[in-house]
């Protein structure tokens, strides 16, 4: 009986889906630009950026798999400290090449796949050590086109992924779906180390 | 009062019905697929954009990687929990570690003999039902994962993006797990649990045959 649940929710499932395929696709002819102005320019850039997204998808995971008081520090401090390196980022010149988004995959999926306990404290230095280096290479990226007002639209879109992926997160009670999130955890993980190994080679 | 026969004719009556319905289901849900619109393309796919895409479809490109994955999931399912999940975690993590060793340059001896190795290995596992310690079922599929990492995780194109290429490719092989774990939910049923030990058996047979490629 209740494999025949299982099947029939499946095939709810399937159809759905199937459904949702048949939406007629646009097609691309051309590069996507929003035209909308700095501050969508700035959304545009984080949200198309998979160096700066998948962090931030993996820091917010990881604050809801913590619970609803790192959830709420992450939802105010990293779209600050984002803003404040992304200040920097706009007056400074250049920034050492470090490996950052590798790096950035790396710490954070392995954070969320070992589901590490971390204090608040130290997973406020995680927020602001992330936000603050991925901003001020946002303020570099930013600094001929959208400028300040290019981090005000990030900062913006940051607040809402964090405030939605880490509230989904902590909703979750079921075991399998904290299960699902760590293994989220150790692809991006994954990632990073690859993205690693490509640096390594493009500079070897 | 009806007869032995009345019933056997109503319960053939009642499962042909069910198979009927499960049989229009599956055909419909074959037609929705086919009528899935595609997008027109004006240009011919390229740059950095495409590497997600080769990614993606790279560890489905081969039937050695692809026979991996989906025992990886399979034996995982018929250890249950946690191997169910930690086999799936270990072998993404340590494929990303082969492909690293790849890309800096350390060589692996014998990776195609290690792949086929695994395929037999896996395979045997699950026809088997072997239950190993879990450290052991991670051990062993952490090790097999260098290999296919090591061979598969290194092959982009040139000029597309490396990090998009990277998350194709892990995603792929994250979705592949997930078939095999899928597909080992039937070792719940009574008849799944010899349906996956003839899988596993397949699975072996076709790394022997990978075996002999290593070799010749």
């Keep these: 009986m209740k494999i025949n649940n299982y099947l029939n929710s499946l095939y709810k499932s399937l159809i759905a889906i199937f459904g949702l395929l048949l939406w007629p696709s646009q097609a691309d002819a051309h590069l996507v630009t929003t035209g909308l102005g700095p501050v969508y320019d700035g959304i545009g850039h984080l949200v198309l950026t998979p160096e700066d997204l998948v962090p931030v998808l993996a820091l917010s995971l990881f604050a809801g798999m913590r619970g609803a008081e790192p959830g709420r520090r992450a939802l105010f401090i990293l779209p600050l400290a984002w803003f404040v390196g992304g200040l920097l980022g706009l007056v400074i010149e250049g920034l050492p090449d470090i490996p950052v988004a590798a790096v950035s995959f790396f710490i954070l999926g392995a954070l969320v796949a070992a589901d590490l306990k971390l204090s608040n404290k130290v997973f406020t230095v995680v927020v602001i050590v992330v936000g603050g280096i991925h901003g001020a290479l946002n303020g570099v990226a930013l600094k001929e086109s959208a400028g300040v007002l290019g981090l005000v639209g990030i900062m913006v879109t940051l607040f809402v992924l964090v405030a939605l992926v880490s509230a989904f997160t902590v909703s979750l009670k079921k075991a399998w779906a904290k299960i699902i999130v760590r293994v989220a955890g150790s692809w991006v993980a994954a990632m990073g180390m690859l993205m690693a190994g490509w640096l390594f080679r493009s500079q070897g | ?216």
């Design chain 2, 1 to 216: 009062m009806r007869n032995d026969k009345d019933l056997r004719n109503q319960g053939f009556k009642d499962f042909s019905e069910t198979i009927g319905t499960r049989l229009s289901k599956i055909v419909l849900t074959i037609m929705l697929s086919l009528a899935w619109t595609q997008a027109a393309w004006a240009h011919v796919e390229g740059g950095q954009a495409a590497g997600f895409l080769t990614g993606l479809q790279h560890p489905w490109s081969g039937l050695d990687h692809v026979l991996a994955m989906i025992a990886v999931g399979l034996w995982g399912a018929q250890l249950g929990s946690p191997a169910l999940w930690m086999l799936p975690i270990a072998f993404p993590m340590m494929m990303a570690v082969g492909a690293m060793m790849g890309l800096v340059g350390i060589p692996v001896p014998g990776v195609e003999i290690g792949i086929a190795l695994s395929a037999i290995v896996l395979g045997a596992m699950i026809l088997a039902e072997a239950r190993p310690k879990l450290a052991i079922a991670i051990a062993v599929v952490g090790i097999f994962a260098i290999f296919h990492g090591h061979a598969h995780g290194t092959e982009l194109p040139e000029g597309q993006s490396g990090l998009l290429y990277s998350m194709g490719f892990v995603i792929a092989t994250g979705c592949l797990h997930g078939v095999g774990i899928a597909l080992g939910l039937v070792h719940r049923l009574p008849a799944g649990k010899m349906a996956l030990r003839l899988a596993g058996s397949f699975i072996a047979v076709m790394g022997v045959v990978f075996l002999w490629g290593a070799f010749v």
